[in-house]
């Protein structure tokens, strides 16, 4: 029991974290597809410096250098994104799915790169961090980690700057209606700029989240195994909305758990159902969703739509 | 004077301009691929790029360099139907991110069919079909009448398709690895016919399915330019009210299309697996990347079916010539690296031709004004 609690909340943070990067970059009207490598990103920054910091690096200095470091790679990232969608009116979907491609096949070649050069004889992708790994934790021996708090914190931060500020209010017209938004005098083009580039910091972080959820190496090669699509469910099951994002990344996180414990509950044990299945049910559920509510969706009105200032 | 001004620039006119566009991105993406080799090693990264472009060329023996080659069209024609979906469903003004879960659900069926039912290729090529079409029908239908976005849809059918797939091959799983058995073992006539093709290019796994996908990208050329279906796919792409206010269903053409490019992708995925090239690991955690690889192979062939026999051929050719780097020092993804660079490349198309155009427009009006 205590095992699914600390997987549910792993898996939360990490898809709570990475969807709520989803509902600003959509609200700013870019669609964001690119999440999972941006993840994969964020990932390979945060890694590469517990990779080489030294062992002996205090605890809050190491999660904080890591954290930066996941932001900042995934923010980098992102820009490949805002470039694209926002100054040259390129198709988001392409650009998202580009970057996906691009994100895994980089960092595979960068990992692997790093790995020969060291020692020629193993072309592994594969970067270790036990020790580093060991001070994001708050109980040792648990998956408890600050980074459940980090999200927590994050979360109520979102909702504050989406919803309370001048800022928030300003990023979500330009997914509405960016000509109203542009006569009124707020910049479009630098609004859906912050917008990717928020999405680039939490997905970046959410990306190390997932790497350090349970083990303490991670392969590049697989990438983050769909995390970024999975969040991109939650953040429409969430409806862009940061309050019920979570709500949403708590029901996925646990069936996404229960996917690698099941087999410790007697009752799940008994109905035999195959693994797969529960790694299946949220995107059933999200599709079944979307076909009921659709029709008066809350998605963004504006969103994918390059923003041409000479159109009505 | 007046015949002059008339005359197109050779430039103006868009199918070299797609196809300028096309090498640009490409020469791009070699580029970065060239640079970060520079920066792993510099020593050999010039060699190893060079082994990346000549793939099978770069063998001394004409036979190795026959069966190289015949590796790289097994795999072209997988690539050539999955980018035949997308850009497919695209002329109807869908994106169909979906390929990629059509070709798992054909995979899934061709080999549920060839390896527990013991059925004969041409039903496992149509169950195939027949799946990777009932998904993209169930894109299209919820695109068609519950208003969800085709891309979230399919998204979310991937994921489902992959898992239901690993489900259902699992009993099929050889106890000596992760894969599924191979077809041979099984069921020898799942395997598709090579009609002599397997001697003639000195490789095992080519058979009926490259000649069959280049046949089939002619019937989509043909039925998208040259019939009144094709033509009302089309119109909906371009206008869907529109369309609708001539009469057009565009609902139906929605769905239909839809149910085409899952039946390509499906198509796509049987011709790989039913060739005994690659067995379906039923572990696998991630979709495919054969069918975002289509959406690469689309964009790069200008979304015009005979462009998109290239670009598949070229996405295949600079994969296998991967394997041709020197692995002391680098890896063989590079020609990922390489091929996403392009597809990232291949979303600025649309402004390279605007910014083309609007200097052409500028030295024509220049032009005018001197002689005026």
């Known amino acids: ?312 | 004077m007046q015949a002059n001004n008339t005359r197109e620039p050779l430039l103006k006119k868009p199918g070299v301009q797609t196809l300028l566009a096309s090498l640009i991105c490409i020469l791009l993406g070699l580029l970065v691929g060239y640079i970060a080799l520079l920066i792993i090693n510099p020593s050999g990264a010039t060699e190893a790029i060079v082994g990346v472009i000549k793939n099978f060329w770069a063998y001394s023996k004409p036979e190795k360099q026959l069966k190289n080659f015949g590796c790289t069209l097994v795999t072209t024609a997988p690539l050539l139907m999955c980018s035949l979906s997308v850009l497919f469903a695209y002329k109807v003004g869908l994106f169909n991110i979906g390929a990629a879960g059509q070709y798992v659900a054909g995979a899934g069926a061709s080999l549920y069919f060839a390896l527990t039912l013991h059925m004969p290729w041409y039903v496992c090529l149509l169950a195939a079909m027949l799946a990777g079409a009932l998904l993209g029908a169930i894109s299209g239908f919820l695109k068609a009448y519950r208003n969800v976005n085709e891309v979230i849809s399919c998204i979310m059918l991937n994921w489902i398709s992959l898992y239901l797939v690993n489900t259902l091959l699992a009993p099929a799983k050889n106890p000596t690895g992760k894969d599924t058995f191979t077809v041979a073992s099984q069921n020898a006539s799942a395997l598709l016919p090579t009609l002599g093709l397997d001697n003639l290019l000195n490789q095992k796994n080519v058979t009926i399915a490259i000649p069959l996908a280049i046949l089939v990208c002619v019937a989509i050329w043909v039925l998208l330019n040259k019939t009144v279906q094709g033509y009302a796919f089309r119109a909906t792409g371009l206008n869907k009210n529109a369309a609708k206010y001539a009469g057009m269903q565009d609902k139906n053409n929605i769905i239909v299309s839809m149910a085409i490019a899952g039946a390509l992708a499906g198509l796509g995925a049987a011709m790989l697996y039913l060739s005994d090239f690659e067995q379906w690991a039923v572990t696998q955690a991630s979709v495919p990347a054969m069918g975002f690889n289509g959406i690469a192979a689309a964009f790069l062939g200008g979304l015009n079916p005979i462009g998109a026999i290239f670009s598949s051929y070229f996405i295949q050719h600079i994969t296998r010539g991967g394997a041709n780097v020197d692995m002391n020092m680098y890896c063989a993804q590079i020609s990922d690296l390489i091929s996403s660079v392009i597809i990232y490349m291949c979303s600025f198309v649309l402004y390279m031709k605007l910014f083309m155009n609007k200097r052409l427009d500028e030295r024509a009006q220049h032009k005018k004004g001197g002689n005026a």
């Open chain 1, 1 to 312: 029991m205590l095992l699914l609690l600390q997987y549910t909340l792993i898996f939360t943070s990490v898809l709570m974290l990475v969807a709520l990067g989803g509902c600003f970059s959509e609200h700013s009207g870019v669609i964001n597809i690119g999440l999972e490598g941006i993840m994969v990103f964020g990932a390979l920054g945060g890694a590469l410096v517990m990779k080489y910091m030294p062992a002996d690096t205090a605890p809050l200095v190491m999660i904080c250098i890591t954290v930066l470091a996941a932001m900042l790679t995934g923010i980098l990232y992102s820009l490949l994104l805002a470039v694209a969608a926002i100054n040259f009116n390129a198709d988001q979907t392409l650009v998202g799915t580009a970057m996906n491609l691009l994100g895994t096949a980089a960092a595979t070649v960068i990992v692997k790169a790093i790995n020969t050069s060291a020692d020629s004889s193993n072309p592994s992708s594969e970067i270790m961090y036990v020790g580093p790994k060991k001070s994001f934790i708050i109980a040792e021996g648990t998956e408890f980690s600050w980074f459940m708090l980090l999200a927590l914190a994050l979360l109520i931060l979102s909702y504050i700057v989406l919803y309370k500020t001048k800022f928030g209010l300003r990023l979500m017209a330009c997914g509405e209606h960016p000509q109203a938004a542009d006569s009124v005098g707020i910049n479009v083009y630098r609004m859906r700029y912050a917008g990717v580039m928020i999405s680039g910091l939490l997905g970046g972080l959410g990306g190390l989240v997932y790497i350090t959820a349970g083990v303490s190496a991670w392969k590049f090669e697989n990438g983050v195994a769909g995390f970024g699509f999975l969040a991109l469910a939650v953040m429409i099951f969430g409806s862009w909305k940061p309050q019920r994002i979570a709500l949403a990344a708590l029901l996925f996180g646990l069936f996404r758990s229960l996917s690698n414990v099941y087999t410790g509950f007697d009752f799940l044990k008994n109905l035999n159902l195959p693994s797969t299945v529960y790694n299946m049910l949220p995107y059933i559920i999200s599709l079944v969703v979307l076909a009921f509510f659709s029709k008066n969706s809350a998605a963004p009105k504006a969103e994918g739509i390059p923003y041409d200032k000479g159109s009505r």
